[in-house]
């Protein structure tokens, strides 16, 4: 049965200090949720803007003393202006359609996924998956989540896992053929993650974690309007 508390009643579980998987010369710390509760979408939703994210079964949050670069980052759909690097991505991948598969473990996916983090995780444990763990990293028995796929003419480019608490579309993993970089399928993913959650009536896209300056989360930010979580709240940043 789902569990239905209030966020603030929920016990949470400290991994303690850490290495940083962000940054090298800082310990990280994360706050899990009581692994015996088994959460419903709706309390899925309100720790969302609570900055928690989902890995696997668990929902958890940085919780790393002295240090707040970790900041969840939002995009409210229905404001979301596409720049001119966004329409040049949609026009140079014109060819492109989302197509929902729903929920299921598929070999062309996890082969898909094995190329994806040998070319760009190696060495970083990611690599040595086998499909039992890939399919324990990205999905929970209690979560509703979509393998939503990208396909060009039939052809599979890449898949945007992403789970749906009725409220918002979360981005949990997108991976796509390393070969088709020059494509920018990770930003064609998010500009198709947001159509998504618009026709289905969502307010907002969950992005997970961005680091300022940290180039590899950069294209986040990209996008805007956008909010990132502050211990103020979330804070809307508009275009430069």
């Not at 980052?73 to 929902?100: E, G, K, M, Q, T």
């Not at 940290?214 to 956008?226: C, Q, S, V």
Request: net charge positive.
């Amino acid at each position: 049965m789902s569990e239905s508390r209030p966020a603030r009643d929920i016990r949470l579980f400290g991994t303690g200090l850490r290495p940083c998987p962000y940054l090298d010369d800082r310990l990280s710390n994360f706050d899990f949720v009581d692994p015996r509760l088994r959460p419903s979408a709706a309390l899925y939703d309100e720790l969302l803007a609570r900055g928690f994210r989902r890995g696997g079964e668990n929902l958890y949050r940085t919780a790393c003393p002295g240090c707040q670069a970790c900041r969840s980052l939002r995009l409210p759909v229905n404001s979301f202006v596409p720049r001119r690097r966004h329409r040049r991505c949609r026009r140079d991948n014109a060819d492109v359609r989302l197509v929902n598969v729903g929920w299921r473990l598929d070999p062309a996916h996890f082969d898909l996924y094995s190329r994806y983090v040998r070319a760009r995780h190696p060495g970083g444990g990611m690599d040595e998956a086998d499909p039992d763990l890939y399919w324990q990293y990205l999905t929970a028995s209690w979560c509703p989540t979509d393998f939503l796929e990208l396909r060009e003419n039939g052809r599979l480019l890449g898949v945007a896992v992403t789970d749906d608490t009725g409220g918002a579309l979360s981005a949990v993993y997108t991976f796509f053929d390393p070969a088709e970089t020059a494509r920018g399928l990770g930003t064609l993913a998010i500009l198709l993650q947001i159509e998504e959650a618009r026709r289905r009536g969502r307010n907002w896209l969950y992005l997970g974690y961005w680091i300022e300056g940290a180039a590899r989360m950069d294209y986040k930010a990209g996008f805007f309007p956008h909010e990132r979580l502050s211990r103020n709240g979330w804070e809307r940043v508009s275009a430069p």
